[in-house]
């Protein structure tokens, strides 16, 4: 079969959430509905590349997983005399009957879905290959190759979690009021994690790599659409397309790092640092600033900056002190360090950094020796420096990351920079 | 036929790419990278990985009570296995030749390392009738 047009691929994925949502209504059966939709989305695959889109796609798709449901409770009925599970008394013919599926409960249904998908019961990186392959309506193939793990152990990993949803007996449902700010935590932490093992990964041989970043967008966009007054959700789409935008200048021609001070910022998407601000703009307004919006405002203000030196660094030293408050993240705290390095000089940067070496979920990371690295480096202490760059660049485990780290290191070594 | 070919680097505390200059260190880099493109334009790449440095490595066994007891760091090493590739080629002869290219990426100077390859063929998988 030959792959399917780029633009039926978009089309089908929309589709996959909503017809998983009906079926999940209707057979309160998530395991077996998601298989029975997997498998109608092979179908229309091939049928309508080859005969065209049928009238009523999403129509469609709803009968033909029906029809392999039935099927499936057809043949666990003749398997075991006794029925075990509640499809199983709903009679086959009756799980057909075609319900008004308005576009308002089709919404209500794929919010529930991507609540039950990012559950908090499952581990993040289950949660992200069922929310990929539930709400994103990608095959376990193409989730396989984004996490770089052979095909069988993915689908073993997405069937483990679908029997962890099925014991756990997360409803299929919208949560209630009282948990429904805990729960939307949850899921904005998935896609914000979807979207950085995307990110992370987005250079050398990415070729046929399936774009977790950009399926985090997506997912991320269908949220917003469906919870619109919620800020956070707005606040955490604006975040990824405003760090999205700068994907392409992130990497130079060899796959290798480039910093932020460094990018050719010609290179930056403008559409997408437009579509991040006007959404941040109409989330702040709302009065309940959480740390997606605060993280975006601070992309937002390098985003709009001429130059790294132009940059409203004041205002970012203002907002990671906000961002502090709200949460105990040492990177948070580091982000912090490196702005007040900007506005007060890299003497103060250090300063900040000596308080977080006691951290312990800092200490022997990378990250606190590569910033140190850096600020030593400005603050002219070129051999302090490099021993930084190494000793960091042993200690990272991405290799773009160490490549970047070592190049850093060796360039301040270079016979002719002074300091050697 | 899969082989495994790892890559050896001395021992002695970081790796020691770490202290070369920059376009010598550029130049490793770049040749790692069109190396892995070669092999995957060929058909031949099934995985490759480079592993963290020495400081980062641990040697772990099971205690009495089966919680790990870990040992390292290992600065006295003589070699430590840098990374590794696993190809799938037609012959033991196919793998050595990629060794000899891979033994011979640029070092300090652009002079070949000529570094140790070790290759080992992988094991293929059970006749059928002995799985279950």
Redesign the interface.
């Known amino acids: 079969m030959a792959a399917p047009h780029a633009a039926l691929q978009e089309r089908l994925r929309a589709l996959a959430p909503e017809v998983l949502g009906i079926l999940c209504r209707r057979t309160k059966d998530f395991a077996a509905a998601e298989d029975a939709v997997q498998e109608a989305l092979v179908a229309a695959a091939q049928h309508w590349a080859a005969d065209g889109l049928p009238e009523q796609p999403r129509a469609w798709l709803v009968q033909v997983a029906s029809r392999r449901l039935t099927d499936e409770v057809r043949m666990a009925i003749a398997r075991r005399a006794r029925e075990q599970t509640v499809v199983s008394l709903v009679p086959a013919e009756d799980q057909l009957a075609l319900g008004a599926d308005d576009d308002a409960a089709v919404d209500d249904d794929s919010l529930a879905l991507l609540f039950m998908c990012c559950h908090p019961s499952l581990s993040p990186t289950s949660a992200i290959a069922l929310t990929l392959r539930a709400v994103g309506g990608l095959t376990t193939v193409e989730i396989a190759r984004a996490f770089l793990v052979p095909e069988a152990t993915m689908a073993q990993r997405i069937s483990r979690a679908k029997q962890s949803i099925r014991e756990s007996g997360v409803p299929f449902e919208r949560p209630d009021p009282q948990a429904f700010a805990d729960r939307l935590g949850a899921v904005l932490h998935v896609l914000y994690l979807m979207f950085s093992e995307g990110y992370a990964a987005s250079s050398g041989d990415a070729v046929v790599r399936t774009d977790l970043s950009g399926e985090a967008v997506r997912v991320t966009r269908l949220l917003h659409r469906l919870v619109p007054d919620e800020p956070e959700v707005a606040g955490l789409l604006a975040l990824l397309l405003l760090t999205d935008a700068r994907r392409a200048a992130r990497t130079g021609p060899a796959g290798e790092l480039v910093p932020l001070d460094q990018q050719d910022r010609a290179r930056w998407d403008r559409q997408a640092i437009r579509e991040g601000v006007a959404l941040l703009d109409g989330a702040l307004p709302k009065g309940r600033p959480g740390p997606y919006q605060l993280q975006a405002a601070v992309a937002a203000l390098h985003d709009e900056a001429p130059s790294a030196a132009q940059t409203d660094w004041p205002q970012i030293v203002a907002l990671y002190e906000v961002l502090r408050a709200q949460s105990d993240n040492p990177m948070v705290d580091l982000n912090h360090a490196i702005a007040t390095a900007m506005v007060q000089g890299p003497a103060a940067g250090l300063a900040l950094l000596d308080h977080l070496a006691s951290d312990a979920r800092l200490a022997g990371t990378h990250r606190l020796d590569a910033v140190r690295a850096h600020l030593l480096e400005r603050a002219g202490d070129l051999p302090g420096a490099v021993a930084l760059y190494r000793r960091a660049a042993g200690r990272t485990a991405s290799t773009v990351e160490r490549d970047y780290l070592l190049a850093m290191a060796a360039r301040l070594n270079a016979p002719s920079a002074p300091g050697t | 036929m899969k082989y495994m070919l790892m890559m050896n680097t001395p021992g002695n505390g970081?790796?020691q790419?770490?202290?070369?200059?920059?376009e010598?260190?550029?130049r490793h880099?770049?040749f790692m990278?069109s190396f892995?493109?070669k092999l995957?334009a060929a058909g031949e790449l099934v995985t490759a990985e480079?592993l963290?440095?020495?400081?980062?490595a641990r040697r772990v066994r099971a205690g009495n009570d089966g919680k790990p007891i870990t040992d390292g760091v290992f600065p006295e090493a003589k070699e430590f296995l840098a990374g590794y590739w696993i190809v799938q080629v037609d012959s033991a002869e196919r793998a050595y030749q990629i060794a000899a290219e891979a033994s011979a990426a640029p070092g300090k100077g652009g002079t070949p390392l000529n570094m140790p390859i070790e290759v080992r063929e992988v094991m293929s998988e059970a006749p059928r009738e002995w799985q279950e």
């Open positions: 970081p790796y790419i770490a202290s070369w200059p920059h010598d260190l550029v880099i770049q990278k892995a493109r995957t480079g963290s440095g020495p400081d980062q």
